[in-house]
């Protein structure tokens, strides 16, 4: 295999993961959008679509696999091809993520919801956000950016805390809201799991470029 033709290959694996990743975007978007609409199709749709992304999954990580079988790269080029790897899944579990807040949309649907929800689209927009950066990071090789889109983590988890310090006095003051402030902490928990992995993407990127694995989930 010529240079040319394992750069083309290269690029193309660039341009699943990024296909796979605004999918997994939208699945987040969406799950977060069927909970705030009461959308109980729009929810199934969500975890319909998981399929998908784990039909994707498979078929970039047989593709990595094919790609270092035939070309043996050595140094960098392996590390670019071990890290698309490792991305994707990264990818599939914050798909599933997407599919655990979609379920709960559908348990909520017919409730009235005890607070606003504001929060937890704030959080998810952030998330979102981390991802497509991290992503772009990854096709750049860019260091510098995967540790500032790291730093967006801290934003996320002071959410959670924020929403958590506010949960408790409701559930303690009306036990009937209990279940419903208990599922918006599961959400919020899942949000938090979905940019801890965004933050394994931004340690692969940098495991990319400089041969060293980082430990940024703290």
């Given at each position: ?11 193309e ?26 959308n109980y ?27 270092i ?97 506010e ?11 209990i ?5 918006f902490?599961f ?19 940098i ?12």
């Amino acid at each position: 295999m010529t240079r040319s033709t394992f750069d083309l290959h290269l690029q193309e694996l660039h341009n699943d993961i990024l296909r796979m990743g605004s999918i997994v975007e939208k699945q987040i978007h969406e799950c977060i959008e069927a909970l705030t609409e009461h959308n109980y199709d729009l929810a199934e749709e969500v975890i319909k679509n998981d399929d998908l992304v784990d039909d994707l999954e498979r078929e970039i990580s047989d593709k990595c696999i094919k790609l270092i079988a035939r070309e043996q790269p050595l140094a960098k080029d392996l590390r670019m091809i071990f890290t698309g790897s490792k991305i994707v899944t990264d990818l599939e579990r914050m798909a599933d993520h997407a599919v655990d807040i979609a379920k709960i949309a559908i348990r909520l649907k017919d409730e009235k919801f005890i607070k606003p929800l504001v929060d937890i689209p704030k959080m998810t927009d952030i998330a979102k956000e981390m991802i497509k950066g991290a992503l772009d990071a990854y096709v750049e090789g860019d260091v510098e950016k995967s540790y500032l889109i790291c730093k967006e983590d801290d934003k996320i988890d002071d959410i959670y805390k924020n929403v958590f310090k506010e949960m408790i006095p409701i559930m303690t003051k009306d036990n009937s809201s209990i279940n419903q402030a208990t599922q918006f902490l599961f959400i919020c928990k899942y949000i938090e799991r979905i940019a801890d992995h965004v933050t394994n993407i931004c340690e692969w990127t940098i495991y990319q470029v400089t041969g060293e694995l980082k430990d940024l989930n703290e």
